[in-house]
């Protein structure tokens, strides 16, 4: 079955410190993976997505596919990053076209 | 000013009564999704349309029901049978990735509704 596993519920780092979250998929096609962030009081959004290879906010995420990850990653962690972000995985099993969130990591960055 | 458009933002319900939560698009996008999004399990999919007059179950359809007589609408009931609907509900939408066009497969989301059963 399609899965996606964000092994922490919260993460606290200190500004200025590097920052690593990690996401684990489970697909047996070829993976489609996001980030997406949702910020207090906002809607969530789309931080980036593994085939644009961009970065976003400083951030960056690298799909490897032997350890079937896709952790976002961001060198120099900012006050304003503070934020609940999810790991999605597109799934076109069964002619479908979904999108499979994790249960998400709550980011916290202190002073 | 386009978006999506979740009304109500608050609603109450009591047991055994069911309730309709409103989400509605000006983006022209064509598929829409209703997502439920409850404390340490991220946000699981209950139904999801692709096309106009056509969707399909999630992972969690069970006590819920939905219909796209219009591109823009994706009306969600929430059924009396649903054994635990207090949760926080989520309305998304996005460009068919079949029309190739950028940003395909991007899901904007609605402000989302709070619903409680009291």
């Known amino acids: 079955a399609q899965r996606v596993t964000q092994p922490e519920k919260l993460l606290s780092v200190f500004k200025g410190a590097p920052v690593e979250l990690k996401c684990n998929y489970s697909y047996s096609g070829s993976p489609e993976l996001f980030w997406y962030v949702q910020y207090s009081r906002q809607r969530l959004q789309l931080l980036l997505r593994h085939i644009s290879r961009e970065s976003i906010k400083g951030f960056t995420a690298d799909l490897n596919k032997g350890e079937t990850s896709f952790h976002l990653k961001k060198p120099f962690a900012q006050e304003e990053d503070s934020a609940m972000y999810y790991c999605?995985?597109?799934?076109?099993?069964?002619?479908?076209?979904?999108?499979?969130f994790g249960t998400g990591t709550q980011l916290k960055v202190e002073l | 000013d386009g978006g999506i458009t979740q009304s109500p933002k608050y609603l109450f319900r009591k047991e055994g009564q069911n309730v309709t939560l409103s989400c509605e698009q000006n983006?022209?996008?064509?598929?829409m999704y209703w997502y439920r999004q409850d404390p340490g399990q991220g946000l699981r999919l209950i139904y999801y349309s692709q096309i106009v007059n056509d969707f399909q179950k999630g992972d969690i359809a069970e006590g819920y029901s939905v219909s796209r007589e219009k591109k823009e609408s994706f009306p969600l009931t929430v059924t009396s049978a649903q054994k635990n609907p207090t949760a926080f509900y989520l309305c998304?939408?996005?460009?068919?990735?079949?029309?190739?066009?950028?940003?395909?497969?991007?899901?904007?989301f609605g402000a989302g509704s709070r619903l409680t059963v009291l």
């Open positions: 998304a939408s996005s460009i068919d990735k079949d029309r190739g066009l950028r940003g395909a497969n991007v899901l904007t």
């Open positions: 983006l022209n996008h064509d598929a």
């Open positions: 999605a995985l597109r799934d076109l099993t069964g002619g479908g076209n979904k999108l499979t």
